[in-house]
Structure formats: structure tokens, C-alpha cells
Nanobody
Framework: QVQLVESGGGLVQTGGSLRLSCAAS????????MGWYRQAPGKQRELVAT???????TYADSVKDRFTISRGNAKNTMYLQMNSLKPEDTAVYYC????????WGQGTQVTVSS
């Protein structure tokens, strides 16, 4: 079992920055893949970025060059540095982790005002 807790969401103006954190705890051997997803009102959940245990990253086209995903030294933590935020980035952001199955956090709200 893996428990994921996100933090760092909030309200920011267009062009501002936020840093999301995700901490994983529980009983597991190794987290193979971690990622950030988001879901805006009335829309499906979408991939934002992923990072493997060897720190290979992928990004959605909509966030490339603005967002940076990283993992902490403990490898059980993950971050999403979000710069140049836009109103369309407004969503609930979810942390995910894959060991032998997917686990999800409870989500953190990010609101970007115009």
C-alpha cells in the first residue's frame, strides 16, 4: 500500500508560480513511476508530467517549458515547479505513483486568476 499526500496548491495570478509537493509513504519496495495529473471542472483528468525512478521525464505539450517535475533525494517525494501559470492551468492536481499498481493522492487545488 502507498499513501500519497499532495501540498502546495493555492491561488495565484496569471504569470505567477507555485510548487506542488507529493510525499509517498507506506509499505512498498520501489516506486517505478510517479506523475502529476490534473482535472479541471467538466473535463477529464489529464496527464501533466511523469518521472521514472531513473529521473526520465515526460510532459504534456501544454506545460512544456513552464513546468518542471522532479523527485527528492529520498525518491519517495516528488515536486512540480509551475511557472508562468495561466488561467487554463486551473484544476485539481493529483499525484500518482506506480509500484505494482497505480495509487492516487487526494488532490490539491490550483487556481490561476486572470
Amino acid at each position: 500500500q502507498v499513501q500519497l499526500v499532495e501540498s502546495g496548491g493555492g491561488l495565484v495570478q496569471t504569470g505567477g508560480s507555485l510548487r506542488l509537493s507529493c510525499a509517498a509513504s507506506g509499505s512498498f519496495l520501489r516506486i517505478v513511476l510517479m506523475g502529476w495529473y490534473r482535472q479541471a471542472p467538466g473535463k477529464q483528468r489529464e496527464l501533466v508530467a511523469t518521472i521514472t525512478s531513473s529521473s526520465t521525464t515526460t510532459y504534456a505539450d501544454s506545460v512544456k517549458d513552464r513546468f518542471t517535475i522532479s523527485r527528492g533525494n529520498a525518491k519517495n517525494t516528488m515536486y512540480l515547479q509551475m511557472n508562468s501559470l495561466k488561467p487554463e492551468d486551473t484544476a485539481v492536481y493529483y499525484c500518482s505513483a506506480f509500484t505494482v499498481r497505480d495509487y492516487w493522492g487526494q488532490g490539491t487545488q490550483v487556481t490561476v486568476s486572470s
